[in-house]
């Protein structure tokens, strides 16, 4: 049974890449313009991996290879998730301005991308989407090599049928089950008030955990809004480029006010002198801030120091929050002892497979016993992460057997 739910997840998986990818609203607000090619490829390929899916699972309890490509399936599909997390983000950051509610639900204030610039967007998430398409190229060629068949899908039962009980928010999840994480993170920030050199604190866990939605809870606690002069986020992902980042700091900073057009020429004039790094300098001098560093990956300490001395011009109290997967990143960047995320108590993993796997269900005497006597087993393999307790209960929401 473990084996087999191992690889169950590949499947809802590249069905929640597929969903995304495929939304209207990117289509709608022009958020894959230049990368049309790579995303009509990857939504040729996706299905054609999802036709043998169940064969390659099948041959995956007995063939190591088979096994093996399945999880390089799930890593990729976990990467391109985030992907058009990103996408659907700008959608909804471009729909919100243009409905005009872009200050009403935050806009102006939480940042998740290094720069709202259009064609910088584009060149950043061309090259992400290129590296996904690169990745499931590869992985085609190999199924094709394993000689993996199309199997018949059972269809499912006419007893399901959607109710008001399928409503499900993943964030409020996370915002229940992380209120003691966020408590604590928030007391660690404030709790800074008068240490005079730069505090740096990182968020650490595994993929899937909820490591941004974490420091999103916080980043918008009313506390932390109140003790900090200015607040800042931008997303760094696989490139840390010093002068780039450091525009994007800059870039997400709330627009200042200014005294008139000519002010604003001559502001213009000086600031274009100036490197990017003296401009962030310039931002950040007597302010008490907070710069959320969302998902750094790097390890160059160079790097990390260049932008560091800038960034210690800000006033006392000033911290940097940092989201990573690697604890060497940690190390590197932390001034304090890192924030290791644990896993999800199991009850709300639970909460998210009963929710998500039987909201089709008018009833819970409904529910196959069956069913119900393999969520226990299912909490266990999800190991804490909300994003496997996603995918896996999408697969239970199909079948009314064991």
Not at 342 to 370: C, H, M, S, W
Request: charged content about 30%.
């Amino acid at each position: 049974m473990a084996e087999v739910v191992a690889t169950m997840v590949v499947r809802p998986l590249l069905k929640i890449v597929m969903g995304k990818a495929s939304s209207y609203l990117l289509d709608k607000y022009k958020v894959l313009k230049g990368t049309e090619e790579q995303h009509e490829i990857l939504m040729r390929k996706l299905p054609a991996i999802l036709d043998i899916i169940t064969d390659a699972e099948q041959e995956a309890g007995h063939r190591e290879g088979a096994a093996a490509w399945l999880q390089a399936i799930k890593k990729v599909a976990y990467q391109a998730n985030e992907v058009f997390d990103e996408f659907k983000y700008e959608a909804l950051r471009r729909k919100a301005k243009k409905e005009g509610h872009y200050n009403d639900l935050g806009f102006s204030v939480v940042k998740l991308f290094p720069t709202h610039n259009r064609f910088i967007f584009r060149n950043r998430m061309g090259r992400k989407l290129h590296k996904i398409v690169q990745a499931v190229k590869v992985l085609v060629a190999e199924m094709n090599d394993f000689g993996f068949k199309h199997q018949q899908q059972p269809l499912v039962s006419k007893q399901w049928r959607q109710t008001g009980h399928d409503i499900f928010d993943p964030k409020e999840m996370i915002r229940k089950s992380r209120e003691k994480d966020s408590k604590e993170i928030v007391d660690t920030l404030v709790g800074q008030a008068n240490n005079v050199d730069l505090t740096v604190v990182p968020i650490v866990g595994i993929g899937g955990l909820g490591k941004t939605t974490l420091a999103q809870l916080v980043y918008n606690e009313s506390a932390i809004q109140k003790h900090f002069n200015l607040l800042l986020w931008v997303c760094v992902s696989d490139i840390f480029d010093v002068d780039s980042l450091a525009k994007s700091i800059v870039e997400a900073a709330p627009p200042k006010k200014d005294d008139g057009e000519e002010a604003a020429g001559t502001k213009a004039a000086t600031a274009s002198k100036k490197t990017p790094l003296d401009i962030l300098q310039n931002l950040v001098s007597g302010q008490r801030y907070l710069l959320v560093l969302d998902d750094v990956w790097t390890r160059e300490v160079d790097k990390w120091e260049e932008l560091k001395d800038r960034l210690k011009h800000g006033g006392s109290g000033s911290v940097v929050l940092t989201t990573t997967r690697d604890k060497g990143v940690a190390d590197i960047f932390g001034t304090v002892k890192a924030y290791n995320l644990v896993p999800l108590d199991d009850k709300f993993i639970k909460e998210i497979i009963e929710t998500k796997a039987f909201g089709y269900f008018q009833r819970k005497e409904d529910i196959p016993n069956a069913l119900m006597n393999m969520v226990d087993e299912i909490v266990k393999r999800c190991v804490g992460s909300p994003l496997a307790a996603m995918a896996l209960s999408s697969v239970l929401r199909n079948k009314t057997s064991k």
